[in-house]
């Protein structure tokens, strides 16, 4: 396919990194031509909240929850016949974009009940709302990721619902492309790794036990990736790459204080650590495979939904990317997908039958038929998962 092809970048593509001085402006780069803009206040509600106020939304949104009690596999039906139960499904960050679609997907097939794992309550049930889907298919339980204790609350809150889990998509994320200086998350790691990663990571290792437990036929766990992680592509090759390095900055705890807040121990760079993120959902997935998939069963995959050009992912970014973005991606680049038909691939990837081998990277053709990918060589590295894997528990608490 084209767009896979080898390591491409025409000179015309460099971007230009950051001005050193100006305190409310930074040099970025639009389409691979540099620009300067005034940086937006950064607030972050999350950050800021007290435990206390934490507490207080959980409890709220657990008490929204309508609990009920774990169905068994086969239901028998009024003539006697035994059909499927439900399955049930957690999707984080899934109040927009890629996994609200892929939320109304799942729900409008009448086959699943959507645990929509979000940090904003109100947001997540108006999204929901939003999109039709009926109150039977969806429960919405807070989730900040970008706090390790709000990710073991809300394994404890799930499992109050009594429901199993069948499926875990780890499908939240943010893009800080503009930002000047890291921000952090509670427990102080770098926001776009401390999330995408780190908060996943710990959800993921600590929601394998109910994987296990559930008598599904159908027990996955989905993280979802991206081409731009991926160096193997030309869109790979837009600098700023995506290298983890030798973890050096992973190790010391991508604090900023004492080390540094990008992976590979160097300065700090917004879009490098979404794609290095990127990278580390890649290469989780298939350490969760190697280690998991033949004892378990359960099936670990990872995908590229396509350029989703769209959505709130490009929130943070400046006013002339998110005008120019879509078009660029519909017409030049064709990668564009909608946020519906991206919902289509990734809730393909939680249910269809045929998509049962384990370890693969998906991406879908110009025909919208799904294909094993390849990834490149870092994000397939096994000896990189695995320091990867080891250093992420330690930082989490796993170990
Ligand atoms: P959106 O910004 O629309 O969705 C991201 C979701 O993540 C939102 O629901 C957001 O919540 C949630 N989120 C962010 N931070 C946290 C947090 N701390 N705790 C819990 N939830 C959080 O972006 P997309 O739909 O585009 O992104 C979804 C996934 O798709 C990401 O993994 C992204 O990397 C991937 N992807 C996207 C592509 C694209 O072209 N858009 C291409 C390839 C991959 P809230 O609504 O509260 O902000
Ligand atoms: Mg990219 C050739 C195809 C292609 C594809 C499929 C993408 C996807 N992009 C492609 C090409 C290019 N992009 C080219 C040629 C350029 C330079 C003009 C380019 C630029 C570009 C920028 C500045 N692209 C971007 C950005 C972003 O800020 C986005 C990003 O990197 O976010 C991390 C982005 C993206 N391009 C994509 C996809 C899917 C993104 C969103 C990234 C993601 O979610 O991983």
Request: charged share 20%.
């Amino acid at each position: 396919m084209a767009l896979q092809s080898a390591s491409f970048l025409p000179s015309a593509l460099s971007i230009n990194k950051e001005g050193k001085s100006n305190v409310s402006y930074k040099e970025t780069s639009l389409f691979g031509v540099s620009i300067s803009h005034q940086l937006r206040a950064e607030f972050n509600p999350c950050q800021i909240r007290s435990k206390e106020e934490r507490r207080n939304t959980l409890a709220v949104s657990v008490r929204a929850q309508t609990a009920t009690t774990a169905p068994g596999i086969e239901l028998a039906t009024p003539e006697g016949k035994k059909t499927l139960r439900k399955g049930n499904v957690v999707i984080t960050g899934a109040s927009s974009g890629l996994g609200l679609a892929t939320a109304k997907a799942l729900a409008e097939t009448g086959k699943w009940h959507v645990i929509m794992a979000c940090r904003n309550f109100l947001k997540a049930e108006k999204a929901a709302k939003s999109v039709a889907i009926s109150k039977e298919n969806y429960t919405v339980v807070h989730l900040d990721l970008a706090s390790l204790d709000s990710v073991r609350q809300f394994v404890d809150n799930f499992r109050q619902l009594g429901k199993p889990l069948d499926v875990l998509v780890c499908n939240a994320a943010v893009y800080l492309p503009t930002a000047k200086e890291p921000t952090f998350t509670a427990e102080g790691f770098e926001l776009s790794v401390g999330t995408n990663h780190l908060g996943h990571f710990l959800l993921a290792r600590l929601l394998l036990d109910d994987l296990k437990k559930s008598d599904y036929p159908l027990k996955r766990l989905i993280i979802v990736g991206s081409i731009t992680g991926n160096t193997n592509t030309l869109a790979g090759n837009i600098p700023p790459k995506a290298n983890l390095g030798d973890l050096r900055g992973l190790l010391g705890g991508l604090n900023g204080v004492n080390c540094s807040s990008m992976i590979d121990g160097g300065e700090f760079d917004g879009a490098k650590a979404y794609k290095d993120s990127k990278v580390c959902n890649m290469l989780t997935m298939q350490e969760f495979h190697r280690r998991y998939h033949e004892e378990t069963g359960i099936t670990f995959a990872s995908l590229y939904p396509g350029c989703i050009a769209t959505t709130g992912l490009f929130r943070e970014h400046i006013p002339l990317f998110r005008l120019l973005f879509p078009p660029f991606q519909k017409y030049i680049t064709k990668g564009y997908v909608s946020e519906e038909e991206a919902g289509k691939r990734l809730a393909q990837v939680v249910s269809d039958p045929s998509l049962t081998k384990s370890g693969v990277y998906w991406s879908w053709n110009k025909n919208s038929s799904s294909f094993e990918n390849q990834l490149s060589k870092e994000a397939s590295d096994p000896e990189k998962a695995r320091k990867l894997w080891e250093t992420s528990e330690k930082l989490v608490g796993l170990t």
